[in-house]
């Protein structure tokens, strides 16, 4: 079980780990500007600068197919010249004419996307793949499987495709199948009968067949796939944007509303680009080309989120509805991720760690990373200071203790020695996999050891701090490494007494001192 869930046990009803947002793209097997030019000259057969006239009827084709498709379906058809507000505007439609199943509605907007532009050349023009603007169809359906969702075309070459649907509509629909019972709110659950087997149903999300599934969607909005001069062409479907989200349903709102604010603080001090880096599954090297960035805002309604940014991939906490804690990890670039994959080198075939591709088979892949992701942000959360100590804990490490046959000192835990030694053991890169003599040496040195004498002496009184901190129950050593834990008596303590000396009565400690 995670710490945190451990640490707060008594105030969690359930924890669900399920997609949210995913928004898949497909692509016509069209390169680059090379094979379009060579396509049209000897796939085609006809003059460059004849393409874009003969693009204009089935750019057509494609805005007539999409009314007849809402007069068909009895829905509205709407033309914006100007970007509006599609998804106000669906669930506007929805509560005048409700819907089980079907087309809700078709939008025209003009957008700029990736089309084709005559360029001038040496000897005779050539194609190139420019953003110009031009008609984009967004088809909204609500999906017997998938709920609301919609698939967006371009009306021009090459007819790029982008399909959005929620992980949670579709376990609604796959609990109701089951005839599990819950309450859903918005995109997130506030009680299921059964949290056991929806865990299970939302882990299948990522392992559909999702070529097939996206297929059929493409098909119904786009009548130019059976037509002859593309060649029985198929879209090739990648991940776009994948959400992936951790719910921690708590008892009651009062029960988040005493934590929240404390773990928000916590993440926005003591996280560092570093811890960030760990828990999306990155090391901080020298080579690092890229931001990593937190954002805290406060005014946001209901509550607050809190969001950390490496390049362009996020990792967000904030409350839903003031009774559920959500975190969740945004992948946009997937290559900033390793996995295990099959491949050849030196001639054999092997298991080797390689940059996350795209492409929809690699699905399960951005599951178990994105939710590795969120449970290491949690297992760092554990670490966050409340103040729970009992009196019985600071009264016990106020005498010596023992620490096998020797005596160890008596704990003072407002001092600056024991504040600096606290503050270095409860880093958040501790929270993940420990902490060795090394790392407690690099926090409580800031200088680097001048030579091979100096280290080992610095060793030797950071292994006494260490019995030290053992002696008291607040740290154990980790089994088979010479890494050691925080205790649930040295979270508790530790953070009690840093949050009373740095926050609670700061000034009034240094002026008794």
């Given at each position: 079980m995670n710490r945190f869930v451990e640490?707060?046990?008594?105030?969690?009803?359930?924890?669900?780990?399920?997609?949210?947002?995913?928004?898949?793209?497909?692509?016509?097997?069209?390169?680059?500007?090379?094979?379009l030019n060579r396509f049209v000259d000897y796939g085609l057969k006809i003059k460059?600068?004849?393409?874009?006239?003969f693009l204009e009827p089935q750019s057509q084709d494609l805005v007539?197919?999409?009314?007849?498709?809402?007069?068909?379906?009895?829905?509205?058809?709407?033309?914006?010249?100007?970007?509006?507000?599609?998804?106000?505007?669906?669930?506007?439609?929805?509560?005048?004419?409700?819907?089980?199943?079907?087309?809700?509605?078709?939008?025209?907007?003009?957008?700029?996307?990736?089309?084709?532009?005559?360029?001038?050349?040496?000897?005779?023009?050539?194609?190139?793949?420019?953003?110009?603007?031009?008609?984009?169809?967004?088809?909204?359906f609500l999906d017997a499987d998938f709920g609301l969702m919609y698939v967006r075309m371009q009306t021009m070459f090459p007819f790029t495709a982008q399909i959005y649907v929620n992980g949670h509509e579709w376990l609604a629909r796959q609990m109701t199948k089951e005839r599990i019972g819950f309450v859903q709110t918005d995109n997130s659950f506030v009680d299921?009968?059964?949290?056991?087997?929806?865990?299970?149903?939302?882990?299948?999300?990522?392992?559909?067949?999702?070529?097939?599934?996206?297929?059929?969607f493409?098909?119904?909005?786009?009548?130019?796939?059976?037509?002859?001069?593309?060649?029985?062409?198929?879209?090739r479907w990648v991940i776009d944007q994948a959400e992936f989200s951790t719910d921690l349903l708590f008892l009651s709102k009062a029960a988040l509303a005493k934590v929240y604010p404390q773990l928000l603080e916590h993440a926005l001090v003591n996280f560092s680009a570093e811890d960030i880096l760990k828990f999306l599954g990155r090391r901080l090297h020298p080579r690092f080309d890229g931001e990593v960035l937190t954002d805290l805002k406060?005014?946001?309604?209901?509550?607050?989120?809190?969001?950390?940014?490496?390049?362009?991939?996020?990792?967000?906490?904030?409350?839903?509805?003031?009774?559920?804690?959500?975190?969740?990890?945004?992948?946009?670039?997937?290559?900033?991720?390793?996995?295990?994959?099959?491949?050849?080198?030196?001639?054999?075939?092997?298991?080797?760690?390689?940059?996350?591709?795209?492409?929809?088979?690699?699905?399960?892949?951005?599951h178990a990373v994105a939710r590795q992701s969120n449970e290491r942000y949690l297992d760092a959360l554990a670490t966050a200071v409340l103040p729970c100590a009992t009196a019985k804990q600071l009264a016990s490490v106020h005498k010596p203790?023992?620490?096998?046959?020797?005596?160890?000192?008596?704990?003072?835990?407002?001092?600056?020695?024991?504040?600096?030694?606290?503050?270095?053991?409860?880093?958040?890169?501790?929270?993940?996999?420990?902490?060795?003599?090394?790392?407690?040496?690099k926090a409580l040195f800031p200088t680097p050891a001048r030579n091979d004498a100096d280290r080992r002496r610095r060793s030797t009184q950071v292994s006494r701090k260490l019995q030290l901190l053992r002696a008291h129950g607040l740290i154990a050593p980790l089994r088979n490494s010479y890494r050691y834990r925080i205790t649930r008596k040295g979270t508790s303590l530790m953070n009690a007494a840093v949050i009373v000396c740095r926050k609670t009565f700061p000034a009034e400690l240094k002026a008794v001192a």
């Open positions: 640490r707060f046990t008594s105030s969690i009803v359930s924890v669900l780990g399920c997609h949210d947002r995913v928004i898949f793209r497909g692509y016509l097997p069209f390169g680059g500007d090379e094979h460059r600068k004849e393409f874009l006239p007539d197919h999409a009314q007849a498709l809402a007069k068909k379906a009895g829905v509205p058809y709407h033309h914006f010249e100007a970007k509006p507000d599609k998804e106000k505007l669906i669930h506007k439609l929805l509560r005048e004419k409700p819907h089980d199943d079907g087309l809700v509605a078709v939008l025209c907007c003009k957008e700029h996307c990736r089309t084709v532009k005559l360029l001038h050349g040496k000897q005779r023009p050539r194609l190139a793949f420019r953003a110009r603007p031009q008609r984009v169809l967004y088809f909204y299921i009968d059964d949290f056991d087997r929806a865990q299970e149903l939302a882990d299948q999300f990522s392992k559909l067949d999702w070529v097939k599934i996206l297929d059929r493409v098909q119904r909005v786009n009548p130019l796939l059976k037509q002859d001069w593309l060649g029985q062409r198929s879209y406060k005014g946001r309604h209901p509550g607050a989120r809190i969001k950390h940014r490496m390049k362009n991939n996020w990792l967000k906490m904030y409350d839903k509805f003031g009774q559920i804690l959500r975190i969740e990890t945004v992948i946009n670039q997937p290559r900033e991720f390793k996995v295990r994959r099959m491949r050849e080198r030196n001639g054999k075939r092997q298991m080797l760690w390689c940059p996350m591709n795209k492409g929809v088979a690699n699905f399960y892949h951005y203790a023992r620490f096998g046959s020797r005596r160890r000192r008596a704990l003072h835990v407002l001092s600056d020695a024991d504040q600096r030694l606290f503050l270095a053991v409860l880093r958040g890169d501790h929270c993940v996999n420990g902490f060795r003599n090394a790392d407690l040496a």
